[in-house]
């Protein structure tokens, strides 16, 4: 499920587009958080912050942060990986839960560099929480980028951190892991190999198109440009509405799409089941410590009849604090659902 693809040289911007690909509605809606914010990792407790940047993001269910951009550039994005193993918990390393995981670098660093120093420093590591609605226990790796046009892939291979971290990697999309993608790549006509470029919605596919059309994209004459530019490509290895095959969540249609200009920030959004595009300018918004956190909800908001559409940064509405999943809500929820109880 999911590709993401990053342009780091247009025309002196530095963008970003992803899908969202899942099996479900994931209810997405957009935050702001602004800094100041107090938060934990979810987990135990142990890992506390307070928000260094306010950050613009996309959620699942209002628990979990998979997509966004902070007011400094850095942009996280969350995908699924089946390889993925996070590991026993070993409690001499700092701890995120899966739904804090990417907001904890959008509230604390400026650009990859910073956060690929401090994962490699504390080794730290990703807790998996179950999806109380589905029963789902996902499967995740984590990419970043910034307005450098720096790049980060983050997984976690049989309990082993992997990090990939270069501006040479501005493609990821599924399985296999990382390693093996760039590998694959390398056997397709363009990338070294002689395979003519492949066509299906297999995450390998997909990871080789993005690949080859990001390379091939013409400078833009605007920012405008540049955001339609990067909608081409993302759209070319979007994935058509579909039963899920079984066994393979991967396989899902896409539901969702955003660009993200990290260099004049902009974070762009497009539901694939209504008309209307939305965007955020994050100049137009106010990040302040002690200003609250507000919601645009994108159920309501993207009616076909009425809805928003264009520049929404001033159409978020004050809401209650952002209530990242955590393992004690988890548990709570298990317990409470089990067997007499």
Known sequence: MCTRVVWPDANGAVLVGRNMDYHRDLATNLWKLPRGVRRNDGVDGDLAWTSTY???VATAF?????DGLNEAGLAGHVLWLAESVYGERDATRPALSQAVWMQYFLDNFATVAEAVDWIQSTRVQVVQLTDPASGEVPAIHLALDDATGDSAIIEYI??????HHSPDYRVMTNSPKYDEQLALLATVEGFGGDTPLPGTTLATDRFA???YYVDRLEQPDTPLQAIASMFSVIRNVAQPFRSPDPGKPDASQTIWQVVADLTNRRYV???TTRPNIVW???ADMDFGAGSPETKLDLGSSL???????????GAFVEHAPLHFLTLTDVRSLAATAAPGS
């Open 54 to 56: 306010g950050s613009v």
């Open 62 to 66: 209002d628990m979990i942060s998979v």
């Open 158 to 163: 049989d309990g082993r951190l992997e990090v």
């Open 209 to 211: 198109r993005a690949a």
């Open 269 to 271: 959004f497009e539901s």
């Open 280 to 282: 955020v300018d994050m």
């Open 303 to 313: 009616a076909l009849e009425g809805g928003l559409a264009g520049n929404v940064s």
